[in-house]
């Protein structure tokens, strides 16, 4: 429990590798995630080779954690082994479609996030990155995904070379709905954001991004509508190509 | 990481409710994990009262722990928040479509996967519902989910009345691939499954089923093809009326 209530995301790695026994142990927490129908339709590839580690940090944006933490955990949705094992055995597997997709990227979700909390256990850092699904074809090829695998996430792992705080939340209540969901009103969404809003953590990225607001900074900088759209596209070509859109 | 380790999924709850700071300490651990850029684009709706289970318990496919639970997490991808709040500052946002979906999803199923493993540290409970996206137009109707909410999964919760046996689970080597994918061929599948094929619990499962094998239990029985593309016309339809498929 306290590694999930001090989870801080780590941007800066020593170079110390991280040792067999305690990778296994990390990954072995993550085969122990629900899954649906206890199928295990995921995968999960452990890349530390440093040409492959490269490439794949191009393919992130060029973060510099993808190059400097030792391992880099890319999780899959994957029906291509359950796929094999079905036909194998004569017996036709229906799962080249949008729902199986989605299936196959909450097991791998949630599995991502028990290899999260045993790493942290360890004493070791984790950072995700959202990049996975921007460039899902560019780690499919780097990777050697076959049909029937998609990426949906990237956790680095390494040993931590900082101790930043813990980031802010929204509070609780801004998340949580009792019995049915009540809907905002102007004025409880001013009270939500209004610690986030007068932060000087954020007044000063406001300042330094030339923009009026904080949803500014968010909207109209760092996620905009042009990326969202391109990459929405390019993700949905990557699921017609990997076999999930015949419905 | 002895919850993570030692997880089991439950289907027989004891009626005693679960307590306020308990489960604030739970939702609480939810809200602790990784999202992307902090947004935080997920809610949580907690659902107690008996009418509102009931009609969750119909469109769940009538699971029993699901009128039994006291406690049901739906688990929702939630832009409506981070809209409003754009809106609100004059800053336009641009998360109708895909990307967005996913992006949201992702922040719900890793708060879920803390929510769960806090639950279990506590001595609770948990169970994850499957049936949280086949059935997403109901649900949305039942917890009156608005436009840029959509639910991702649900989690069961409560004091456990049964102790079941650990789940089977692959060998780890049948999930994990080092530096890039490799590949399966017929062998490896075969050895990969025989521990599963050849167990007592599966052998009873395929003989009550009248099918040939494993393979068939769940291609031809549990997940089938007709099933899994219905479900994703109808999600598909969900995403588009939710205001995720503008891209």
Same mark, same amino acid.
């Given at each position: 429990?306290?590694? #999930?209530?001090?989870?801080?995301? #780590?941007? +800066?790695?020593?170079?110390?590798?991280?040792?067999?026994?305690?990778?296994?142990?990390?990954?072995?927490?993550?085969?122990?995630? %629900?899954?649906?129908?206890?199928?295990?339709?995921?995968?999960?590839?452990?890349t530390?080779?440093? %040409?492959?580690k490269e490439q794949l940090w191009e393919s992130h944006f060029k973060q510099p954690m993808v190059k400097q933490a030792? $391992?880099i955990?890319t999780?899959?949705?994957?029906?291509? /082994?359950?796929?094999?094992?079905?036909?194998?055995?004569?017996? +036709?597997?229906?799962?080249?479609?949008?729902?199986?997709?989605?299936?196959? *990227? #909450?097991?791998?979700?949630?599995?991502?996030?028990?290899?999260?909390? *045993?790493?942290?256990?360890?004493? =070791?850092? #984790?950072c995700y990155l959202g990049t996975t699904t921007y460039m899902a074809?560019r780690i499919?090829?780097i990777?050697?995904?076959?049909?029937?695998?998609?990426p949906?996430t990237t956790i680095v792992?390494?040993?931590?070379?900082?101790?930043?705080?813990?980031?802010? /939340?929204?509070? =609780?209540?801004?998340? $949580?709905?009792?019995?049915?969901?009540?809907?905002?009103?102007?004025?409880?969404?001013?009270? =939500?954001? %209004?610690?986030?809003?007068?932060?000087?953590?954020? +007044?000063?990225?406001?300042?330094?991004?030339?923009?009026?607001?904080?949803?500014?900074?968010?909207?109209?900088?760092?996620?905009?509508? *042009?990326?969202?759209?391109?990459?929405?596209?390019?993700?949905?070509?990557?699921?017609?190509?990997?076999?999930?859109?015949?419905?």
């Amino acid at each position: 429990m306290d590694a #999930i209530h001090s989870h801080k995301s #780590i941007r +800066k790695y020593k170079d110390t590798p991280i040792s067999g026994p305690i990778l296994q142990h990390i990954l072995q927490a993550g085969s122990r995630a %629900s899954t649906t129908g206890n199928m295990q339709v995921y995968s999960i590839v452990v890349t530390t080779e440093t %040409s492959l580690k490269e490439q794949l940090w191009e393919s992130h944006f060029k973060q510099p954690m993808v190059k400097q933490a030792p $391992v880099i955990l890319t999780f899959c949705a994957d029906f291509n /082994r359950f796929n094999r094992w079905c036909e194998q055995r004569d017996a +036709k597997p229906g799962y080249n479609n949008f729902l199986s997709f989605i299936t196959a *990227a #909450i097991d791998a979700l949630l599995a991502a996030q028990n290899v999260a909390i *045993a790493a942290e256990t360890q004493g =070791l850092g #984790i950072c995700y990155l959202g990049t996975t699904t921007y460039m899902a074809q560019r780690i499919i090829d780097i990777l050697k995904l076959p049909k029937g695998v998609v990426p949906v996430t990237t956790i680095v792992l390494g040993h931590p070379d900082e101790t930043p705080e813990l980031t802010d /939340r929204l509070p =609780l209540e801004a998340i $949580v709905h009792y019995e049915t969901y009540q809907d905002y009103t102007p004025e409880t969404i001013d009270q =939500l954001y %209004s610690e986030k809003e007068t932060s000087e953590f954020y +007044k000063k990225i406001i300042a330094d991004s030339g923009t009026q607001n904080l949803a500014e900074v968010f909207s109209q900088k760092r996620y905009t509508q *042009a990326d969202n759209e391109h990459f929405s596209r390019t993700l949905l070509q990557v699921l017609a190509a990997q076999g999930f859109m015949q419905q």
